[in-house]
C-alpha cells in the first residue's frame, strides 16, 4: 500500500433498494484484514456461498501492518501448561480496565453495563474455540508466547497475567510481521476453500428488501462503476474504524489526535453505513491509542506505525519547555494520554507534541525498523528524525521542524530556554538512570514497561530501560504527537454481531465485527493481542449467527417502514 | 419540575409514513425551552400557524434552571456605548477557544473547518438581530451587563473583553434568575402571539412524505396516546442534549461524567430521532462541563444547578489524599477537567471526586442558594453537607459518603492519612492566603475567577478569593464530580439550522436549534451565555429558513429511497 493508492470515492450512504443484482451469494463480507477474512472462512466453512469485498486494492487492511499478537484468554496452550484462566477472574480484569470509573470488584458485572458484560462474556467463551478451529483449518496456525505479559500484569485482578497472547505460527522470532503471516494464510485458505474475494470493491450503501432486512449491498469501483451483490441471508462488515476520516475523529474522539496508523482505508465507512440502517452508535469517544511519529501522521504516510516500542534507554521524551513530563516506557496506550493534557488555566495542550530525545548510544544500540519504532538504523526511512551537535543544535532542529508544520499544531512552538532546560532535564535524568530509580515517573517499574523496552547496549544500566544520557553530541530528536492505531466505536451489536437499532433489535441480515462496531473494551487495552483475539470470536460467532439467517427477498418494491 | 415528575415513555424513533394526522400546522416546534420558544416565536413572526410540544408537564426545559445571560457579540447596546467588536476578531476569539490544536491567529479561518466557520460567521452576524427582535416584541427584553468579563477576558484574541453579555430585563441583581424571567416572558407571548402549545407530548419520531421530505411527527402522552401532527413546512428540534441518558454519555462523551444539571427529559431524543433520518452526528465527545455535587447528581436530583460559583475564600478542594489538586476558581467549564485526569501507570481516575473543605467563615459569609453553591444558608437542603468539629472527624464523615456510594463511583476511597495530609494542606494554603499569591495553583489571578468568586466576608484577603482556614472547627465538605450542564452534540445542521445528510445536504423538512444538534463551539465555553447567545440566533435563522420551505404533500405510501 503506498501513498499514492487511490481509493473508489465516497457516495451517499443511504440504503437503496435494488430491483437487479449482478452478483448472488450467500454471505457477503466487506473487509480483507483479519475480522473479514475469520468471518468469510466461518461463514464458507458452515456451507456458505460468501463474497468478499474490499475497497483497497489488496487484501489485508490494518492487519498487515498489524504484529497480530492475539489475546486468547484460557487458551488451549494455556490449558495445557496447567494456566489457570477462570471465567469471572478474566472477566473482572477486562472490566477493571474498561470501566474504571464504575468497576467494583464484588458487583455482579463489576461495573459494567450488561451489554458489555455479555459482549466480554462471549469473548472469553469463544476465543479459544475461534482460534482453534482457525488452526485445525490451516487458516491461522499459532504458537503460543508463554512469557508474554498482559499490559497490567501487576495487577491483583489479573489472575493469569501471561499466557493468553497467541502468534501466527511462522512470524520471526522478534514477533513483529504476525500480520503479514496471517493475511498470507488466511487469503490462501480463503481462496484454497472457494471464497470469492473482489478488491477495488468500495461498498457505499446497503440494499433491502420489501420487508426492510438487509438483502445486499451496492459497491463501486475505482471508475465508479456500481456493482450490486445480493447476500441471500446476510452482510458482514469488517470494515475497519475511522482513523482515516478526520471530521470524524474531531468530533467524535476524546483527545484530539491528529491520525493514526490504521489503513489509509479505514475512513468510517461503517459508522455511516450502519448508522443510515439504524443502527445505534456507541463506544464513539474511545480508541486504541498509541503515540505516532507526528510527521509521518501529518504527511498521512500509509506506511505509519505506531510507537509501540518507545525504544531507547539513553532516551527521555520532553515537552516544549525542555521538561520530562511522562514515563516514557508506558504501554503505547496509555503513553499516548500524556499528550492530551489540557491546561485549563491556559485554554491550551501544552504537551500535544513532547519531543523524543537520545544520544549515540541509543541510536547505535536501539535502532530498529520493527514495532514503529523512532530510532531507526541506518537506510531506513529518517525523515522524522533531527539530527544536530549540540542540545542548542537540536533546538534549532525541532524549532525549524514546527514551524514546518505550524498551521496543522496550532501554532505550537519551544521555549526561549528549551536548551538549556534540556540540558539540567538530562543531569537529573541520568541521576535516575545511575540509581536505576526513576523519582518522577518510575520509568521502568511495570512488567510492560520492560516487555516494549526494545534493544539496548550491553551492559545496560541497573534499571535496563535507563542508562545515562551523553554529555557530547551527536543528538537525535523526533516529534512525537498521541495518535491511535485505530477507532473502536460504531454500531452497537450483539455478541453474536448482529447491528442492533435503536430499540435494541437486530436489524435482520446486518452483521458487523471488529473496529468498524463498538467495542465494549471501552478505554481499555488489556493485552498485546486485546485488539485480534476479539475480534477472532466475534468473527466466529457473527458468521455462525449470520449461517442461520433466513433467506431474504431480493426484489419489490419498498416496504412501509 | 420535581423528582416524582413521570414522562411519556421511550419508544422507536424510525420514520413512518403517516396517511392520517390529528393535527396540522406550518411548522412544528419539539421542545419548550429557550430554542424552541424562540423557534416559535421567530417562526409565527413570519405568519406561520405553529405547533410546539414540550414532553414535561410545563414549559422551560433547561432554560428555567438557567441565570439566562446571554452572549451577543457587537450587540447594540455594546455600539451605543462605542465598544468595537470586530467580526474577525470575535471569531478569532471563538477558534482560539473552539479547537485550541489547530488555532493558528492568520490562517483564513483560524484553524476552524469551513463548517465550524460558517456557523461561527452565521452566530455574530444575526445574534444581535435575533435579540433586539424578541426585545421588541416584548418577548425577551433585556439589560445590557457592560461589566461581566468573557471567560477568557485576558487572552490577547478577545478584543472585546467585556460588554457582549445580555441579561432577562427583570431579573434580581445577582442575575441568577434570568431563565425564569425569559420563560415566563417569552412563553406568555407565544400564547398572546397564538402558538398552540402543548405539554406532556413526547415525539417519538418523524413521519415523512411520498418524497421522503419530512412532513411530521408522532408524539405520545403519559398514557401511550399517540398524537400525529402535520407540519406544512416543516419541524425545528430543540429538545436538548442527552445529559440524562447514562449510556449515550458513556459512549460518546470525552470525560467520564456522573450526570448534569440539564432539564431531566434531556434524554437524547433528537440524537436517535435526527440520526434514524440520515442525520450526521457531530460534536458528540464535547459538553458544556461543570463541576457538580456529586450526590445529589447520583440522586439525579432534578434540582440540580451545576457548580458555576465555587463560593468561599476561605474553602479549598482537596483529593483523596488530602492534597490541593486544581485551582478552584477556574471557570466552571475548566474546573470540571480537573476531575477527569488519568493517572496511565495505575490506570485509575485519580480525582474522578474531589472534597471541597470549608470553615465557619465561608459557611457564615459565602453561602447562598444561588449559582449551584455548595456552601448553603439554613434552612436550605444541605443533605450533600458533612460536618465535624475536627478534620478527623470530617475525614470519617467524608469516608461514610464514599463508602454509601462505591458502586457507583468505582469503590473510590480516602487514603489513610487524609486528615493528617488535609491539615498539612491547609497550613500550605492559609501561607498563600496570607500573601495573596496561590504558588500552586495561582487562585484567583484571572478575571473570570473573581467573577465567580461570590460573596466574601470583610475585610477581604489581599487577594479576595483566599482567606486562611480557621485552625479549629466546625469544618464543612461535600463531595464534588465533574459533569456537565447539557450536552452540545447531535446532528449537524447548516447555519440556517437545516440538518444535513451524510452528503452534507438539507434533509426537507427537517430542522434543529440548540442543544439538540453539533455545537461549533467544539470544546469552548467563549463565556456566560455563550450557550443561549448562539441558540437565539439560531433559532432566528431555522424559523426563518422553515417558513420558506416548500409544503410537503401528506399522505400516500413511502417513495423509494
Known sequence: MTASMKLPARASAKPVTAADFDIETDIVVVGGGAGGLASALFARWEGNEVVLLEKAPELGGTTRKAAFWYWVPNNKAMQALGIADPKPDCIRYMARLARPERYVAGHPTFGLDPWEYAMCEAFYDN???????????????????????????????????????????????????????????????????????????????????????????????????????????????????????????????????????????????????????GGQLRNMNYAWMCPIVLEKALNRDPGLIGTFSPSGDSMIYVDRQGRRVTNEKLAYNESAQAFFQWDAAKGEYPNLVLFAIWDQRSQDHSASDEYGRFIVPPGADDAHVVKADTLEGLSVGIAERLARHADNIGGLGLSADFAASLGATIDRFNGFAESGRDLDFRRGERPVEQLFNGPVAEPAGKNPTMYPIAKSGPFYAALLSGG??????????????????????????????????????????????????????????????????????????????
Chains 1, 2 share one sequence.
Not at 531 to 556: D, N, S
Open 127 to 277: 476465543a479459544s474455540t475461534a482460534t482453534e478451529l482457525l488452526a485445525e483449518k490451516g487458516a491461522l496456525e499459532y504458537r503460543h508466547c508463554p512469557d508474554v505479559p498482559d499490559y497490567w500484569a501487576e495487577f491483583g485482578e489479573d489472575k493469569a497475567p501471561k499466557g493468553r497472547v497467541l502468534l501466527p505460527k511462522g512470524a520471526k522470532d522478534s514477533m513483529s510481521d504476525g500480520g503479514e503471516v496471517a493475511i498470507r494464510t488466511m487469503s490462501a485458505t480463503a481462496r484454497r476453500h472457494g471464497i470469492e474475494i473482489r478488491t477495488g470493491m468500495r461498498v457505499q450503501r446497503l440494499t433491502r428488501g420489501d420487508d426492510g432486512a438487509v438483502n445486499g449491498v451496492q459497491a463501486s469501483d475505482i471508475d465508479g462503476r456500481l456493482t450490486t451483490v445480493r447476500a441471500r441471508k446476510a452482510v458482514i462488515f469488517a470494515s475497519g474504524g475511522f482513523t482515516h476520516d478526520a471530521e470524524m475523529r474531531r468530533n467524535f474522539l476524546a483527545a484530539p489526535v491528529f491520525g493514526g496508523c490504521a489503513a489509509v482505508s479505514n475512513e468510517g465507512d461503517f459508522v455511516r453505513i450502519g448508522a443510515a440502517a
Open 484 to 561: 491511535n492505531l485505530d477507532t473502536k466505536g460504531g454500531p452497537k451489536t450483539s455478541p453474536q454481531g448482529q447491528v442492533l437499532d435503536d430499540e435494541d433489535q437486530p436489524i435482520p441480515g446486518l452483521y458487523g465485527v471488529g473496529n468498524c462496531v463498538a467495542s465494549a473494551s471501552a478505554r481499555a487495552y488489556w493485552a498485546g493481542g486485546g485488539t485480534l483475539g476479539p475480534i477472532l470470536a466475534y468473527a466466529y460467532l457473527a458468521a455462525r449467527r449470520a449461517h442461520l439467517e433466513p433467506i431474504k427477498t431480493a426484489v419489490g418494491k419498498i416496504a412501509a417502514e
